[in-house]
Structure formats: C-alpha cells, structure tokens
C-alpha cells in the first residue's frame, strides 16, 4: 500500500518552499523540525513563526513597487497592520521592525499604541487609521492623539462621528478618513455593508462638516470588500465604483490624495491554491491609474491594511492523537489533545479550511480518517479539507503516536475563541511559543505562555475574591486581571490605562471592559 508521502506527493507539488519532510518522515515547517519542538514543548501546543511576518510584509510592498513601475504610477503605497487580526505584542512588535502603519478597529487599541509609544515601536508620524462604530470612549482617545500630534486618522463610519472630534480636538489640523459602504456579494443576506456611510450622505458628510471647518481636512477615502481581493466581477465592479467616487470627490476636496483598500489579501489554506499575488495588484494599479485619468483627477496614494496577509501564515496549532475510535464500520476517529470549536473557531463558525498534515509517520500508509475535538458539542470536529472532502492521516499501530499540525492559522482565531478565558467544556487555552531566527539563522524558542491552568480559570469564574472589578465612591478604580497571567507579564495585551487618560474616562474604560465581559 502507497505510504502518506506518496498520497501527498501525487496530490500536489511537495515538498514546497515552506513545507518537507526529513529523512525520519517527519514534517518541517519554515525548516524547523516540529518534532524537535514537540519534544521539548509537548502538545497541544500553538507557535508562532514569527519571521514570516516581515516576509509577508516586504513581499506586499514589492508586489506594489512592482506595480508602481511598470505603470508608472505617480502615487505612494503604505503599508498598515490591521491590530484585530492578531493584538499580541510579538506580533506589533516584529511587524513594526518593518517600518509600518498601524489600522485599529477598538477603543482599547488605544492604550496599545500608547505602550507601543512608550516602548519606542511607534513613533508621532507612525498613520493611525481608525476604523470602527466608534464608541465615545474611543473617539476621546483619538482626539486626545490627534491634539497630542499624533497621525491618527479617524476613518468615520456614520455620520455623527465628526461631532465628537468638533467637540474634543483642539489640534490646528485634523485629517479625516471616510469609510465608504460597499455592496455586499451578491449570494450575501444583505445588499448593502452595515459598516460605512453610504455612498448619497458622502457629499454632504463633506460639504456640511469637514469643507465648513477650517480645521478639518478629508484626506482619504476607505473600502474594504468582505469577501477579500479576488478575481471577480463583483470585486472589479465595486472598486471601480469606489474610484468614480474618489474622482468625483476629489475635485470638489482638493486635500483629498488617498485611497484605503482595506484588507483581503489571501493566504494559501491549502497546499493546492497559489494566489499570483503580483497579478492582482497590477490589476488594482491598473484600474485605479485608468479611472483617474479618464476622469483627468491625480492617482491616489495607496493604503493597505492587510491582517490575514500580515500574521496568517505565522501561525500554527500542534495536537496529538490521543485515541483512535472506530464508531460504526466505516467512521473512524482521531480523537485529538485540544479542540477544534475553542482552538481554532473559524474551523467551526465559518467552516474555514487550513493546511492540516501530519507532523511524523510520513512513510505509514494512509487512511480516511475524522478528526475529534475534546469538547461534548457534536460540531467539534474537522472531517475535509479546501481541495477534498475526505481527509487523510497515516495508519497508525497502538505502539506509534501520531501528531498533526494545523497551519496558517495566526490570524483571527484568539480574537474570536478568546486567548486564557472560559471555553466549551473548560478546555484549556493550549501552550504557546514563539519561533525566530537569530543573528546567524539558528532557530531560536521561546514560551509566551504556558497551558491554561486551572487557577485562572477559578478567577474569571468568580471563585476567587480577587475576580471582581470594582469601583468605590470616592471614584478610585480597581482593577483586576483575571485571565492569563502567566503571559508575558510586560505582553501590551495585558490592560493598561492610558496615562494621558482622565478618571472618567478610565471608570468608562472600565464600564465598557465589564460590558464586554458580560
Ligand atoms: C476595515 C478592515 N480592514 C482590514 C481588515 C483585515 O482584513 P484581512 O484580515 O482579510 O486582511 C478587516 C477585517 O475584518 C477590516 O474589517
């Protein structure tokens, strides 16, 4: 019988440049041997690669420079980190080793740069772009940025916004962004984006309240297409429709210079899809460039806010097989040492497919098998893959020990399966180390945080008397992290006051902190 190398081999073109196997038919990732990390560190266990970060980032800005020169495209690009895909700090910080801007999406964003700040990572020129239904609390620290000059540049997304920042900004000029609403694909549940103003208050938005104040400028226009960039009708259609909008804007708005495209960039979910990268953004050049000049208007300069292109591919997620249930004839499962639902949660809420192989036993031959999460919900499992519906792992002896690994997924998943919390079933956030390079090449570890313990978990569920956040009459506030505190205990994800910050608005910080945890 064929071994799972030769599956593999005649299924796609392995090994690639990120993936191979060694001589023990076992699996290195970026040519680091995963099973010498298992050793050491144990499963479940997630990592992060973090030298891919930069990678990823200098690739986007040659696709563009690429771009810029074969058209001879007279705008800038910038490259923005959108924080929400991933807010860890060893993720901003190796990002912002590349000399990039930042997108926000939270009020609680703000403390963040300001660590950043305070830490030396960001700098006062350093672009802001905040997105988002703003909150006051959120445009109050903005406005505290902006007076302070910072380059932070609210992008409104309805039409009130402004008059937080009429009222709160004292700063001579103030640059605005507007997020303009796109139509939604056209399978989607609805025909228009929540997020954005729609495309008829535009002109008023500026006439009324950016043109009439002397301080107010609006410098870019903001599109971001759900769906990501890709080769569609739809996708085409809706930046050009954009475009005739940034020209017609533009000649009434001479500050106006700059276009913001959101994120979208894709990653490889599976060993099968390649993306030509540089195709797609010639063609975005392309068509900017072509509705400009048709409409006699100068390019805009470029904006990005890449999030799943940024920190996607650094991410991986280990488990072990720990049984092997055979349920009726036919159904097999591999029963692993951690959670699909609470681990990986776009596994389950969006059916979101990621590179899966196994980590050793390359040479075994192979069999269908369904993977099983550890929690009691009958959704907790991952049983296809993006190119086939059945998936493969190597039969294994009740002497051998099978570890797979799940890759690409950096992005997105501790924003949404939480990171130290509560989860389905008390499934413990899994151990989380980081993977670099030094000086010579040789690949460093290092742990950001162990397994989930117990303890934390008592704290959040109010089992301790430390758990509560309260706040006593003569206005002083408390605060408690209950939570992770094994993570790194300088980490700018730990909660921090912004020091700039007034009482009132750190009781607010507080309230929205209980709201949210509620
Ligand atoms: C406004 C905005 N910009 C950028 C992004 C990042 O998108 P991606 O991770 O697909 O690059 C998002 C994601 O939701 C977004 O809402």
Redesign the pocket.
């Known amino acids: 019988m064929k071994s799972y190398i030769d599956l593999i081999q005649q299924t796609f073109e392995f090994p690639t440049m990120e993936f191979h196997v060694n001589e023990d038919n076992e699996l290195l990732f970026n040519n680091v041997p995963l099973m010498d990390i298992i050793k050491e560190h144990g499963t479940p266990l997630k990592i992060n690669y973090l030298p891919k970060i930069g990678e990823h980032i200098e690739n986007a800005r040659m696709f563009f420079r690429n771009a810029i020169k074969r058209f001879n495209y007279k705008g800038t690009y910038t490259y923005c980190y959108?924080t929400?895909?991933s807010h860890f700090s060893f993720i901003l910080e190796e990002a912002l080793k590349h000399n990039i801007h930042l997108?926000t999406?939270s009020s609680f964003d703000i403390p963040i740069i300001r660590e950043l700040y305070r830490r030396g990572k960001v700098s006062k020129s350093t672009y802001i772009l905040a997105?988002g239904f703003k909150r006051p609390l959120y445009t109050q620290y903005l406005s505290e940025l902006i007076n302070e000059g910072f380059n932070a540049i609210p992008i409104l997304d309805n039409l009130k916004e402004i008059e937080a920042y009429e009222k709160s900004t004292t700063a001579e000029s103030v640059s605005f962004g507007i997020r303009i609403a796109t139509d939604e694909e056209p399978n989607f549940a609805f025909y228009t984006s929540r997020?954005g103003i729609r495309y008829n208050d535009v002109n008023q938005l500026y006439k009324e309240k950016i043109e009439s104040n002397p301080r107010f400028k609006l410098k870019m226009l903001h599109f971001?297409i759900n769906s990501?960039i890709k080769d569609s009708a739809y996708y085409w259609s809706e930046l050009t429709r954009f475009m005739f909008k940034y020209c017609e804007m533009q000649k009434m708005c001479p500050d106006l210079d700059s276009i913001d495209i959101?994120?979208?960039?894709p990653i490889q979910t599976s060993l099968q899809t390649g993306f030509d990268y540089q195709q797609m953004i010639d063609e975005i050049i392309e068509n900017v460039q072509w509705i400009c000049n048709k409409n006699n208007v100068p390019v805009p300069h470029i904006f990005t806010?890449?999030?799943?292109?940024t920190v996607g591919e650094s991410g991986a997620v280990i488990y072990k097989v720990i049984d092997k249930k055979l349920q009726n004839d036919k159904e097999l499962w591999y029963m692993i040492d951690g959670s699909f639902i609470t681990q990986l949660p776009d596994s389950w809420g969006m059916n979101q497919k990621y590179i899966m192989l196994p980590i050793n036993n390359w040479d075994n031959p192979y069999q269908k098998v369904n993977l099983g999460g550890l929690t009691c919900d009958s959704q907790d499992f991952y049983n296809s893959e993006m190119h086939s519906s059945d998936l493969y792992m190597p039969i294994i002896g009740d002497d051998e020990t099978q570890y797979i690994g799940f890759f690409h997924t950096g992005?997105?998943q501790e924003s949404l399966g939480g990171y130290g919390g509560i989860q389905h079933c008390l499934i413990p956030a899994p151990k989380h180390v980081l993977v670099d390079r030094d000086a010579e090449g040789r690949i460093t570890t290092k742990v950001f945080a162990d397994e989930q313990d117990s303890e934390s978990m008592l704290r959040i569920l109010g089992f301790r008397d430390e758990s509560y956040v309260r706040s006593d009459d003569s206005d002083e506030t408390q605060e408690t992290i209950s939570g992770r505190e094994k993570a790194d205990p300088d980490s700018a994800v730990s909660k921090s006051i912004s020091p700039g910050t007034s009482k009132s608005a750190q009781a607010e910080e507080l309230a929205e902190l209980a709201e949210s945890k509620n």
């Open positions: 959108c929400k895909s997108e999406s997105n997020l971001f990501g959101g994120g979208g960039l806010e890449f999030g799943s292109y992005a997105y």
